[in-house]
């Protein structure tokens, strides 16, 4: 299987705001370079901007047991169990709507290792018709591809390495490279 290849997606700078611009020094900045004051006003204008949206925003954490198990373990730190909390809650949306159903494709932004690919794809029983499209900039060390190498560990997942910067979201990542 291959969903999609650099080829097929790559356009430079198309989700960078305007095409073939490059900020002249003056206009960049790095957040440090700003006082504590300067933030604070910053997120006061934030909230306040927010509140008069005036949109209710309701909290609903939900779970999923294929991280039961995971979750209640002790050798997670606080940081690794906000993930995996975070991580059921997904999950457990996706189920209470249906969707991790057969002919489903997932694309994990930003995935890094791939972990939330990975419960995902547990959490729909090794279903071979859901396929995964992993996507980042950058190659990382310990990944979570390597338990789904083989036929019977599930779907394959897929990887791809490119900035979301350069990433051409209108093509069908599905059709790509198919036998027709």
Not at 21 to 48: A, H, Q
Not at 143 to 170: A, C, N, S, V, W
């Amino acid at each position: 299987m291959s969903l999609v290849t650099l080829k097929d997606c790559y356009v430079a700078n198309i989700n960078s705001g305007i095409p073939n611009y490059v900020p002249l020094k003056e206009e960049t900045c790095n957040i440090s370079d700003f006082s504590e004051g300067t933030m604070m006003e910053l997120m006061g204008r934030i909230d306040k901007a927010i509140k008069k949206l005036e949109v209710p925003i309701s909290e609903d954490i939900k779970t999923h047991k294929v991280l039961d198990d995971e979750i209640s373990s002790d050798s997670n730190g606080p940081t690794a169990l906000k993930h995996l909390l975070q991580q059921s809650s997904i999950i457990g949306h996706l189920d209470s709507l249906g969707l991790l159903s057969s002919d489903s494709l997932f694309i994990e932004f930003g995935a890094g290792r791939g972990k939330l690919s990975h419960w995902i794809q547990l959490a729909s029983n090794n279903d071979e018709l859901i396929d995964f499209l992993l996507i980042d900039r950058s190659n990382p060390k310990r990944k979570f591809d390597m338990y789904h190498r083989f036929d019977t560990q599930g779907p394959k997942f897929e990887r791809l390495l490119i900035d979301i910067e350069h990433l051409d979201l209108g093509i069908d990542f599905i059709g790509v490279n198919q036998p027709t």
